[in-house]
Structures are given as C-alpha cells and as structure tokens.
C-alpha cells in the first residue's frame, strides 16, 4: 500500500471510532472501549480485505464476517454506513426499541451483519460453519471472525479451533483483538491466556502476530493467509481499548460505559481533530 492508501483506511478508521462514540453516547449505554480498539480492522476489512456489495448484502459469494465479540459492534455498524449498508444517522439510534441498530448484531435487522452474536465464544463457531460450507458448496468466498481477547478464555472456543483445524479450514481467518482489558480487569489477571500463538498452533492454527493498528501490518497477515493451505489461519492483533480518545485508552472502565455530554465533546473534538489532520494531509 502506498501513503495515500494508508492515509484514507485510517480516516476511515477514525470515522469509525467517531460513530461509536456518537452511537454509545445517544444509547447512554454501550461498549466504547473494545469498538474503539477494532475499529482499524474492521476498516481494513470493508475497505480492502473482503469481496462484498453493500447494494446487495445477501449477494451468495460474498466473502463473510462474524463479530465473535458481538458488545464491540458500534464501531463496526459506523464502517457499515460509511460503505453504504445504511444511513450514518441510523447509529444516533443505537439501541433503541424498534431500532436498526440494537446493542448486538442482528442478522435478521441490519444489513452487512452475517451472523446474530452476543453469547461470547459462539460466533467462532457460526464463523467455522460459514467456512465449512463453502468447502462443501465449492465456493470460493472466505470467512472471518473477530475475537475479544477476553472471550478466548470460553472453552467453546477451543472447541470450534479443533474443528476449524480438523476440517483443514484455510479459508477462516480468526483475528483476536488482544487490548488487554476485559469487563473485570486485565486479561493476564482475570485468567491468563498467554502465550496465545503456542495455544492456537498446538490446535493446528498458522498464527501471525502483528500490531492491530498498523494497516500494512494488518495487510501483509491478511496477504499472508490467503496462501496458507490445509489449516486456519489466526491473527493475533495487539491493540489499545479505547484507542484514539485519550482519557479512555488503557482505561477498563470504559469496557461497557458510555460517556456523558461533556465526555462525548472531547472525544469526539478528538477524532475530529484527527480525521481533519489526515484529510488536510490527503
């Protein structure tokens, strides 16, 4: 990738975490801190990584997405509307009875959403069925799935990384965001999961380590995995909660808060700044 294409994923990704804070603070409830630190995952994956059409979200060969860690979805609802799926004030409605947008996905209510999650640990395996029956359908499309860090420490899990590897899945990419914090502290405290790639290579994974924000890092592991053959790929991506608002980075308390009228202000005079500097830079 070059400059210019480095420069607009992370606009993208900076509009997302813009959205996430305008979603969590009209719901007044909400999950900012791991959204914000997904988000430039989530841009590189609509923008560059998967073959989709947002014109036609049930389009049968588009390439599937399963956010395993479903609470995280605000930031993936803003890349939706930012590529079209639906209109960017949908995300002021967050949460809402009646609303597109509730607090986890819904496949059956938003377009772009391929798999309804929440219960943690479970969209891992939704994620090795879509894998599997492209296997079995011949088809060509791919599979990816977005983890929490925390949510590894779910045995099924493990269940489904057997499956995935038994099944020879080459074309599933797990991604865990690793951000450290999970809703009751740090991950290493809660229960340790390190070292994590001997754990996902020992069930017969091709891991990849990498910084979660660092877009061609991000692009050379995606790259990487489309050459991968005969096992699942898993992409451990070290990143920050609350990345790109200062007074929520590293902070578990903003795991599952949502942030007041003068919180909202500077978060989002934050990112404003942010996506202004990269623009000006364009």
């Known amino acids: 990738m070059d400059s210019s294409e480095i420069k607009q994923l992370q606009i993208l990704a900076a509009k997302a ?24 995952i989530f841009a590189y994956l609509y923008e560059k990584e998967m073959n989709i059409d947002p014109k036609n979200p049930k389009w049968a060969d ?5 956010l395993s860690k479903g609470h995280c979805c605000p930031s993936l609802y803003a890349v939706l509307a930012l590529k079209g799926y639906f209109d960017w004030d949908e995300l002021t409605k967050l949460r809402q009875v009646g609303a597109m947008l509730q607090g986890h996905p819904d496949m059956k209510g ?4 391929d798999m309804s999650t929440g219960s943690l640990g479970q969209g891992i395996s939704a994620a090795c069925g879509m894998a599997l029956a ?20 779910e045995g099924q ?27 009751d502290g740090s991950v290493e405290d809660v229960a340790g999961i390190e070292p994590l790639d001997k754990k996902f290579e020992s069930f017969g994974f091709y891991v990849i380590k990498i910084d979660g924000h660092d877009f061609e890092q991000i692009a050379e592991a995606l790259d990487k995995a489309k050459t991968v053959k005969g096992q699942p790929t898993a992409i451990l991506a070290k990143t920050v909660k609350g990345k790109g608002v200062s007074f929520m980075e ?3 308390g903003w795991h599952g808060t949502a942030p007041n009228k003068e919180q ?6 934050e990112l404003q700044a942010e996506i202004d500097r990269l623009e000006g830079n364009c």
């Open 110 to 113: 938003t377009p772009g959403i």
């Open 250 to 252: 590293n902070q578990v």
């Open 62 to 66: 588009r390439d599937r997405f399963v």
């Open 264 to 269: 909202y202000e500077q978060a989002t005079a």
């Open 17 to 40: 975490r813009l959205g996430a804070i305008l979603g969590t603070y009209h719901a007044k409830s909400g999950h900012p801190g791991g959204s914000l630190s997904a988000a430039d």
């Open 134 to 153: 492209a296997k079995l359908d011949n088809k060509d499309y791919r599979t990816y799935t977005l983890l929490g860090d925390g949510e590894v420490e």
């Open 157 to 183: 899990v493990w269940e489904a990384a057997m499956f995935a590897s038994h099944n020879k899945l080459d074309n599933l990419v797990v991604i865990v965001d690793q951000n450290g914090l999970q809703i």
